[in-house]
Nanobody
Framework: QVQLVESGGGLVQPGGSLRLSCAASGSIFSINAMGWYRQAPGKQRELVAR??????NYADFVKGRFTISRDNAKNTVYLQMNSLKPEDTAVYYC???????????????WGQGTLVTVSS
């Protein structure tokens, strides 16, 4: 079984920065995608940024402000968030597509979420 654990959320003023981390642990054979989604109150969960087989995709609303990166050796993905806006306030979820062995297919795994609040 694979677990994703996020950290780094919190309260920040508009214009500030935060760095989120997500570490995968457990029975991991390979990971071919890791990324971040977010869900604001009363809204659907939406993609923020994702790395799929080395290719990076960003949502339009974070381009130029957020940067996703991955440390394959540590099975960890990061989200550096700069120039934060109040509308970035949401619970941020880590997502991974993971195989536990060479005999298994890829499954989607989610973290528990970390709250980011942007407010003065």
């Amino acid at each position: 079984q694979v677990q994703l654990v996020e950290s780094g959320g919190g309260l920040v003023q508009p214009g500030g920065s935060l760095r989120l981390s997500c570490a995968a642990s457990g029975s991991i054979f390979s990971i071919n995608a890791m990324g971040w989604y977010r869900q604001a109150p009363g809204k659907q969960r939406e993609l923020v940024a994702r790395i799929v087989s080395g290719s990076i995709n960003y949502a339009d609303f974070v381009k130029g402000r957020f940067t996703i990166s991955r440390d394959n050796a540590k099975n960890t993905v990061y989200l550096q968030m700069n120039s934060l806006k109040p509308e970035d306030t949401a619970v941020y979820y880590c997502n991974g597509r993971v195989r536990s062995s060479r005999y298994d297919g890829y499954v989607e795994v989610w973290g528990q979420g970390t709250l980011v609040t942007v407010s003065s």
